[in-house]
């Protein structure tokens, strides 16, 4: 559904009984607004039961909530959220609400008005949503041009359920809220929800008895504590379970109950003495508490986040590299260098798209004198493939150089002076992010958004750090040693 005026910023809670103008507390009168004066000058030319509610909705307050619109048998034909009740429900009396196509063949039913004072715009927002599932304006549902209602589904048959905004709600295995009428403003709160709660978003099928995982590395909303890394099993599924149920209590308004139990749960902690989950559920509280505080839904941005996604990632190497099966294992090499001196190099290796630390390998050039990746590169992969040769063991999918066409060529010797087929051989380029493969002059070039180039970058990177973390070992033992 659109907004029904784009001139205003449509602004959810505990539900308390909708309230009439009377209930405006002492003392909340103000100078009128220039939308308050068009309201008056619109009222004044109007039906009397519309002009009458014009007058009215200049005494709501100024606060977030709720309003309802009603015809005049008093049945509720529109329900909307607003930040600023009295702002909001006077713009449906403006010469521009009746002037605008959404709005102009309808406002003049309006014969009264009431409003639903929320804490805050997120409260305002999941109010609305449950108004409009229960009463179903017939004015909400023709706004919506042609479009579906956004949803708020929380899966329910994973391990870590994860949260998602979707206009196609699943009919099974997920619990949903909504429909809302903004999908922009549900965003808004999802990433503010997300701050509090921490819930994931992706869509990873993460497996807790899947060791593994503990290898993964975490996406950025991790390292911005805005996730508590399910997929790098740093939350169990029982605590992780209790943030989805303490985010459920928010969403169906019992955000007073909520905040009972965190403080009890805190308090317990402390007796406890398990001081770092205290302050963790102290955070919680405080940012329910200042939800308020959190400015327009619409504008909350969150960090751009790419995540790496395995099964996607495989299945687009499967596709962009013509394979007849989708690849299981894919193993990178990475050459480091000690000093100007001492070579090294990594084999990291990746089962399903997840790293899978007992198969990293370390290695110390021994044929190669002073710097030369290539000849570097042609040791390892001999060295490497030569063992799984002869101990006749399995080879991997994917063989990943980190490097350009010169670092492939040379794993490409490697494999012809062992007169072995090798596997699927590529190599990444860090510059422009380029994919070399053996007998193709030009690079093969992923969306950078793409999930088979994070997939390639992460082992790249992965194969990258572990060839580093070797030099910095031996580069200490040196220093040690001296």
């Not at 589904?153 to 206009?167: A, S």
């Not at 690849?327 to 290796?349: F, Y």
């Not at 570097?376 to 990943?400: A, G, K, M, N, T």
């Not at 490697?414 to 690079?443: D, M």
Request: aromatic share 8%.
């Amino acid at each position: 559904m659109t907004e029904t005026n784009p001139n205003l910023d449509d602004d959810s809670q505990d539900s308390p009984q909708a309230s009439g103008a009377g209930d405006r507390p002492a003392g909340d009168a103000q100078s009128l607004s220039s939308a308050e004066v068009d309201a008056e000058a619109t009222a004044d030319s109007g039906p009397p039961l519309f002009c009458q509610t014009a007058k009215k909705v200049k005494g709501f307050p100024t606060l977030p909530g709720v309003y309802l619109m009603k015809d005049t048998a008093g049945v509720v034909i529109y329900v909307g959220k607003a930040k600023n009740l009295r702002s909001r429900a006077g713009s449906y009396f403006q010469k521009a609400a009746l002037e605008d196509a959404r709005t102009g063949s309808w406002v003049h039913e309006i014969c009264d008005a009431d409003f639903i004072p929320c804490e805050s715009e997120v409260d305002a927002l999941l109010v609305e949503s449950r108004l409009i599932k229960d009463i179903q304006p017939r004015r909400n549902k023709e706004l919506k041009d042609d479009k579906s209602f956004p949803y708020l589904q929380i899966t329910t048959r994973e391990d870590f359920p994860r949260i998602e905004v979707t206009r196609e709600p699943a009919t099974s295995g997920v619990k949903l809220y909504g429909p809302f009428a903004h999908a922009g403003s549900l965003r808004g709160a999802v990433q503010v929800m997300q701050k509090i709660f921490k819930f994931r978003t992706c869509t990873l099928d993460i497996d807790e008895n899947d060791e593994r995982w503990k290898w993964f590395r975490p996406c950025l909303l991790a390292s911005i504590n805005q996730c508590t890394a399910p997929c790098n099993l740093q939350i169990s599924k029982e605590e992780y379970r209790k943030d989805i149920k303490r985010l459920q209590l928010f969403l169906t308004g019992n955000r007073k109950r909520l905040l009972k139990q965190l403080h009890d749960e805190m308090q317990q902690a402390s007796l406890d003495l398990e001081f770092e989950r205290a302050a963790k559920l102290r955070d919680e509280i405080g940012m329910l508490e200042s939800l308020d505080e959190r400015g327009e839904l619409d504008t909350h941005v969150q960090p751009e986040v790419f995540y790496i996604d395995p099964k996607k990632g495989l299945a687009g190497l499967k596709k962009v590299l013509g394979l007849s099966e989708l690849p299981r294992t894919i193993e990178g090499v990475d050459i480091a260098h000690l000093g100007g001196q001492e070579t090294v190099a990594s084999l990291v290796k990746f089962i399903d798209g997840l790293p899978f630390k007992p198969g990293y390998r370390r290695f110390k050039i021994e044929q190669v004198k002073g710097i030369d990746d290539f000849r570097s590169i042609h040791e390892v992969v001999s060295r490497r493939f030569q063992r799984l040769y002869d101990e006749q063991d399995v080879f991997p999918d994917i063989l990943l150089i980190d490097g350009g066409k010169g670092q492939l060529n040379a794993a490409i010797s490697a494999f012809e002076s062992l007169r072995i087929p090798p596997p699927v051989l590529l190599s990444l380029a860090k510059k422009n992010e380029e994919v070399f493969r053996p007998g193709e002059s030009e690079p093969l070039r992923l969306s950078r958004h793409s999930f088979e180039l994070r997939l390639l970058q992460y082992v790249r990177d992965e194969a990258h750090r572990f060839a580093q973390h070797y030099h910095h070992m031996l580069r200490s033992k040196k220093h040690f040693d001296q």
